[in-house]
C-alpha cells in the first residue's frame, strides 16, 4: 500500500507563490497517475492537475492553466504542484491522490 503525505501549504498574500509537495512511501513502484486536488469549504472536490508517471502527460483545470504547474521527481517519490498567482478564491485544502490513495491535505489561505 503506498501512503500520501503533502506539505508546503500556509498563508500567502495576493499574487503571492505556494510550491506544495506530496510524499509518497510504502508501495511506491507502483505508483502511476498523481493528481492534485482541492476542496474549498462548502464546495465540493475538484481536480487541480494530474501526471503521469513518466512526466510526459500533464493535465490541468482550466482555472490552474497558466497559473500552476505539476511535476514529480520519481527519485524522490514526490510530485510537485507550483503555484503563482494566488488569488483568495484559491483558499482550499489541497489533497494529492493516486488510484483510491488520498493524503491528509494541506491548508491554503490566500489573503486579499
Known amino acids: 500500500q503506498v501512503r500520501l503525505v503533502e506539505s508546503g501549504g500556509g498563508l500567502v498574500q495576493a499574487g503571492g507563490s505556494l510550491r506544495l509537495s506530496c510524499k509518497f512511501s510504502?508501495?511506491?513502484?507502483?505508483?502511476?497517475?498523481v493528481g492534485w486536488f482541492r476542496q474549498a469549504q462548502g464546495k465540493e472536490r475538484e481536480s487541480v492537475a494530474t501526471?503521469?508517471?513518466?512526466?510526459?502527460?500533464?493535465n490541468y483545470a482550466d482555472f490552474a492553466k497558466g497559473r500552476f504547474t505539476i511535476s514529480r521527481d520519481n527519485s524522490k517519490n514526490t510530485v510537485y504542484l507550483q503555484m503563482n498567482s494566488l488569488q483568495p478564491e484559491d483558499t482550499a485544502v489541497y489533497y494529492c491522490?493516486?488510484?483510491?490513495?488520498w493524503g491528509q491535505g494541506t491548508q491554503v489561505t490566500v489573503s486579499a
Open positions: 491522490n493516486t488510484g483510491a490513495t
Open positions: 510504502g508501495r511506491t513502484f507502483g505508483v502511476g497517475i
Open positions: 501526471i503521469d508517471r513518466p512526466s510526459t502527460r500533464t
